[in-house]
């Protein structure tokens, strides 16, 4: 069983930048595919990015490219995501999420999430 804590979210003004982390306990991630999803009011729950185990391989929604990284440190069992030039259609909740697979953008190869952390962008 894995716990992911999502972290980092909050509200910021249009432009700004926020990092979220994501720990994971329990049990290693070191060899799961993880990523960030958020669900905007009244949407479903997207995906935004995504990494593989090793950090070579990574994802992003095109709404994102060019101002989201998503990075992972398994030393730490931790995985970020770094949001610059922020938007208001980018406010949503934040979900972390372990895949079952190394390597995946898929939802439904997502196991384990987080509860969830709240960023909000106002213009």
């Known amino acids: 069983q894995v716990q992911l804590v999502e972290s980092g979210g909050g509200l910021v003004q249009a432009g700004g930048s926020l990092r979220l982390s994501c720990t994971a306990s329990?049990?290693?991630?070191?060899?799961?595919?993880m990523g960030w999803f958020r669900q905007a009011p009244g949407k479903e729950r997207d995906i935004v990015a995504a990494?593989?185990?090793?950090?070579?391989?990574?994802y992003y929604v095109d709404s994102v490219k060019g101002r989201f990284t998503i990075s992972r440190d398994n030393a730490k069992n931790t995985v970020y995501l770094q949001m610059n030039s922020l938007k208001p259609e980018d406010t949503a909740v934040y979900y972390c999420?372990?895949?079952?697979?190394?390597?995946?953008?898929?939802?439904?190869?997502?196991?384990?999430w987080g509860q969830g952390t709240q960023v909000t962008v106002s213009s």
């Open positions: 990494i593989s185990w090793s950090g070579r391989a990574r």
């Open positions: 999420a372990a895949s079952v697979s190394e390597w995946s953008t898929t939802s439904v190869d997502y196991t384990y």
């Open positions: 329990g049990r290693t991630i070191s060899r799961s595919g």
